[in-house]
């Protein structure tokens, strides 16, 4: 599971911003990793583990062309 969160606090406090994730989350469980248990699985462009943190995503404001 992905996450993206944001706030009306992180809007009020200056510069926008979103918090994401690519899960599945290891905050309170191991790293997710395909192997052993998956390794006949097809998953082409998936990553063999997932070790990913949370990245905070300033977000800028449109801008006319």
Same mark, same amino acid.
């Given at each position: 599971? !992905?996450? /993206? =969160?944001t706030s009306w606090s992180m809007?009020? !406090?200056g510069v926008p911003r979103t918090l994401?994730?690519?899960g599945p989350t290891h905050e309170?469980? !191991?790293?997710?990793a395909w192997a052993p /248990?998956? =390794?006949?699985v097809t998953r082409d462009g998936v990553p063999d583990k997932?070790?990913? #943190?949370?990245v905070d995503m300033p977000v800028s404001p449109?801008? #006319?062309a």
């Open positions: 599971m !992905d996450a /993206k =969160v809007i009020r !406090d994401a994730i690519c309170q469980q !191991d790293v997710f /248990k998956f =390794v006949n997932f070790p990913f #943190s949370w449109p801008t #006319s």
